[in-house]
C-alpha cells in the first residue's frame, strides 16, 4: 500500500485563531515591558552612582509625560501580567497537606497577600 | 420536514487528492446525538468512503479525537445540539499527518510516549517471593489524576509548540513521565530526565495551557509540566552544589 501522509503547516497567525492563543500571546507580550520597566530601573541605578547631575536628569525624563505615559503602560502590562500568571500558580506549585490538595485559591490568595505586604514594605521604606 | 444538521468534513483520499478538501454532508438531527452518531450515520447511509477512528463510544478508548469547531474534541463527547442551527466544520486532529480524511499518523506520539519510560522503574527491584511493591491511598492520591491519560492525543492538537516544533515530546508524554516520577514505588526519574529535561522535553513548554483546557479527563499536563520545570530546577542546582551527592 502507498502511503501519502498531508502535512498542514502551521500558519504565521495561528495565534489569532483562537482565544486562548490571542489571551497567551499578550500575557507574553506583557511580560517585554515588564523587562523594559525594570531595565530602566537598573539604569535609574546607575544614574544614580554618576552623580546628583545624572539622577537629576534621570528623574527628569522619568517624570516627562513621555515618562508618565510609559510607566502607566508598563503598571497596566505588570498588572494583568501578575493577575494571569497568579492564577496560574496553583497549577505550578500544588500543595498537599496531610494528603489533602490545598484548595487553589487559597494559593493564588496567598500570592495577592505576599504581594500586599511587599508593596506595603516598599511604600514604607519609600516613606509615602 | 424533520431538522437537519450540515457537516462539513475535511476529506483527503491520498490515491486521488493532492490536498485535503471539505465534503458537506446532510445528517438528521437528533436530541441524543454526540458529533461521531452523525459520522457513523454518514458511513452507514451517505458515504461509505469516509474514514474516522472510533471505537468505545464513551471517552475511555481515546481514538475519536478530531478538530470540531477548531476545537481539539472526543467526537463521541461532543453533543450535535450543542451546535444547533450552524455549520458543524469536521477536521482531523491538528499538528498531526493526515493519513487519510479524519485519521491522523500518530506514530510520532507513540516514540515520544515510549522515550519517557512510562512504567514503574523500581528503586531497587526485588524478587517475587518478597511480595508486592506496596503503596498507601495518600501515596496514590498525589498523581492519581495523572493516571487518567487515554492518550487521546487532543493536547497535541491544542498545544502550538507542538505545532512550531515537532520534535516537542508533548503534554501527555510528559505527563505521563511526572505520573511516574510522583510514584512512590517509583526510581527512574534520573532515566526519565534524559528525554523530560532535554531541550525538547519540559523547556520547550511555554506554558500557553490549552492541553488542560482540552483534556476531556482533567488531566491538567501544563501542571504536570510546569511542577516538572520545578523539580529539573532543583535537581541541577543540587548537583550543582553537591555533585553526585543527592543522587
Given at each position: 500500500m502507498n502511503r501519502r501522509p498531508y502535512v498542514r503547516k502551521v500558519e504565521r497567525?495561528?495565534?489569532?485563531?483562537h482565544p486562548r492563543y490571542v489571551a497567551y500571546m499578550i500575557r507574553e507580550l506583557t511580560s517585554l515591558f515588564v523587562g523594559l520597566y525594570c531595565a530602566l530601573l537598573t539604569i535609574g541605578l546607575i544614574r544614580l552612582v554618576q552623580g546628583h547631575a545624572a539622577w537629576d536628569g534621570f528623574v527628569a525624563a522619568f517624570s516627562s509625560p513621555a515618562g508618565v505615559i510609559f510607566q502607566w503602560l508598563c503598571l497596566v502590562f505588570a498588572v494583568y501580567h501578575s493577575v494571569t500568571w497568579f492564577a496560574l500558580t496553583p497549577k505550578a506549585m500544588p500543595l498537599m497537606v496531610r494528603g489533602e490538595p490545598v484548595p487553589g485559591k487559597w494559593i493564588v490568595g496567598a500570592h495577592y497577600l505576599a504581594w500586599a505586604a511587599v508593596s506595603a514594605v516598599v511604600l514604607i521604606v519609600a516613606g509615602v | 420536514m424533520s431538522e437537519t444538521v450540515t457537516l462539513e468534513v475535511l476529506r483527503y483520499l491520498p490515491?486521488?487528492?493532492s490536498e485535503p478538501h471539505f465534503q458537506r454532508y446532510t445528517v438528521p438531527f437528533r436530541d441524543d446525538w454526540v458529533v461521531l452518531d452523525a459520522l457513523n450515520h454518514v458511513k452507514d447511509n451517505?458515504?461509505?468512503?469516509l474514514s474516522y477512528r472510533w471505537s468505545?463510544?464513551?471517552?475511555?478508548?481515546?481514538?475519536?479525537?478530531m478538530m470540531i469547531n477548531n476545537e481539539p474534541k472526543l467526537s463521541c463527547h461532543t453533543f450535535l445540539r450543542d451546535y444547533r442551527g450552524g455549520v458543524v466544520r469536521i477536521e482531523p486532529l491538528d499538528h498531526f499527518p493526515i493519513e487519510?480524511?479524519?485519521?491522523?499518523?500518530?506514530d510520532s506520539f507513540m516514540d515520544k510516549l515510549s522515550g519517557v519510560k512510562p512504567w514503574l522503574i523500581p528503586k531497587q527491584e526485588k524478587p517475587l517471593s518478597e511480595g508486592e511493591y506496596l503503596q498507601s491511598p495518600a501515596e496514590l492520591n498525589?498523581?492519581?489524576?495523572?493516571?487518567?491519560?487515554?492518550?487521546?492525543?487532543l493536547c497535541y492538537a491544542a498545544c502550538p509548540q507542538v505545532g512550531l516544533n515537532a520534535d516537542f515530546v508533548g503534554p501527555a508524554a510528559l505527563a505521563l513521565a511526572h505520573r511516574y516520577n510522583l510514584?512512590?514505588?517509583?526510581?527512574g526519574k534520573d532515566a526519565r530526565a534524559e528525554t523530560v529535561?532535554?531541550?525538547?522535553?519540559?523547556?520547550?513548554?511555554?506554558?500557553?495551557?490549552a492541553c488542560s483546557q482540552v483534556c476531556p479527563k482533567n488531566v491538567d499536563p501544563a501542571a504536570a509540566i510546569q511542577q516538572t520545570k520545578i523539580s529539573a530546577s532543583v535537581d541541577w542546582l543540587k548537583d550543582l552544589l553537591t555533585p553526585g551527592a543527592h543522587r
Open positions: 497567525n495561528w495565534w489569532l485563531q | 490515491e486521488t487528492d451517505l458515504d461509505a468512503t468505545c463510544h464513551m471517552a475511555v478508548c481515546g481514538s475519536c479525537g487519510r480524511d479524519l485519521v491522523i499518523v500518530m498525589v498523581f492519581h489524576q495523572y493516571t487518567q491519560c487515554i492518550n487521546c492525543v510514584d512512590s514505588r517509583d526510581g529535561a532535554s531541550n525538547e522535553g519540559i523547556w520547550e513548554c511555554t506554558f500557553v495551557g
